[in-house]
Nanobody, 119 residues
Framework: VQLQASGGGLVPAGGSLSLSCAVS????????MYWFRQVPGTEREFLAR???????SYADSVKGRFTISRDNAKSTVSLQMNNLNPEDTAVYYC??????????????WGQGTQVTVSS
């Protein structure tokens, strides 16, 4: 499974950004899709999940600001990020799994895209 994330960049505090992740190499409808982020020197942080059936869940840190969605026809997953603050600065990763509670090593990972929020 190959995942290609895009859409990162520099945005001012309070702004919005949309990330996208294109998936190939497997039937997209079989996959649960995730977004994580990581600040250098810290552990990767779960942000959001959308299941095969379309159910969503979010980390408390982004609930109400971020929205995950999937387009099965295009084999893509997106993350709409609103009201960004400097603490959201990180490398953002999309990931996929065939089970709902996977270990990190059993997931498929994209290459990451940098999001920088200026104050």
């Amino acid at each position: 499974v190959q995942l290609q994330a895009s859409g990162g960049g520099l945005v001012p505090a309070g702004g919005s950004l949309s990330l996208s992740c294109a998936v190939s190499g497997r039937n997209f409808r079989e996959l649960h899709m995730y977004w994580f982020r990581q600040v250098p020197g810290t552990e990767r942080e779960f942000l959001a999940r959308v299941t095969r059936s379309g159910s969503t869940s979010y980390a408390d840190s982004v609930k109400g600001r971020f929205t995950i969605s999937r387009d099965n026809a295009k084999s893509t997953v997106s993350l709409q990020m609103n009201n960004l603050n400097p603490e959201d600065t990180a490398v953002y990763y999309c990931a996929a799994a065939t089970i709902l509670t996977p270990s990190a090593s059993s997931m498929y990972w994209g290459q990451g895209t940098q999001v920088t929020v200026s104050s």
